[in-house]
């Protein structure tokens, strides 16, 4: 959603159609019908699809058993991030997880043009930050006081609880951020680049803004700057 969004949501489509050319034909099956599916049912401003196996089995023209199979792969090759498993007759969402898409597909950039490239690798730059990196995955806090400087501590327990409600774009994405300031609710972070920025807001401040709230104790506005 928002100026651009356009542009973000073919390009990964771009990357999910170059990682499956250079698949099995299985994988690319797989993914055409995961492209189809994202072309048609996608919800970008949630940035999640919910969408029943029956209307998935007529969509691809296949059985609900094949549904599952497919959904499945999509899970286990980490196309997809379960964000609400389906239980007691609620349909499950899912989650492009666009850092598994930009990591595979990254070897065909240059071979699609030097303006897809130069976009692509504007997701995957890495922010100048004076935050040391930390790796949450394998740890629930720093090590030491010094792992994120005094002034960052809330921004680092931000991060902490991202590790669990959207673990899939921690490190591609909100750990190029940089905290800037917080003032009666109003967050402002930085971005390495307009683009990082535009893609944060348009597919993640659904994950970001109540890990914000959870951490600062009252509803907030999110600016981000470049």
Not at 47 to 62: E, L, S
Not at 101 to 118: C, K, L, M
């Amino acid at each position: 959603m928002g100026p651009g969004a356009g542009v973000v949501k073919y390009d990964v489509l771009t990357a999910l159609s170059l990682m499956a050319l250079r698949e099995t034909q299985t994988f690319q099956v797989t993914v055409l019908r995961l492209i189809a599916l994202i072309t048609a049912r996608y919800n970008w401003k949630l940035d999640q699809f919910t969408v029943p196996q029956p209307d998935m089995a007529r969509m691809w023209n296949v059985s609900e058993r094949t549904v599952k199979r497919e959904i499945k792969r999509m899970l286990t090759s980490e196309l997809l991030v379960c964000v609400r498993p389906g239980r007691r007759g609620r349909v499950a969402a899912y989650r492009l997880n666009y850092a598994k898409v930009t990591q595979n597909s990254q070897t065909a950039w240059a071979d699609v043009g030097a303006d897809y490239e130069a976009r692509m690798q504007a997701m995957v730059s890495e922010a100048p930050s004076k935050v040391v990196r930390v790796d949450f995955a394998g740890r629930t806090a720093p090590e030491t006081p010094e792992d994120i400087p005094v002034a960052q501590d809330l921004w680092g327990r931000v991060l902490q609880d991202l590790t669990a409600s959207d673990p899939a774009n921690l490190r591609n994405w909100y750990m190029k951020l940089k905290w800037v300031s917080e003032a009666d609710g109003h967050v402002v972070l930085s971005a390495p680049s307009p683009f990082v920025a535009q893609f944060v807001q348009t597919h993640l401040v659904r994950a970001l803004v109540p890990a914000l709230v959870n951490q600062i104790g009252q509803p907030v506005t999110l600016e981000i700057t470049c």
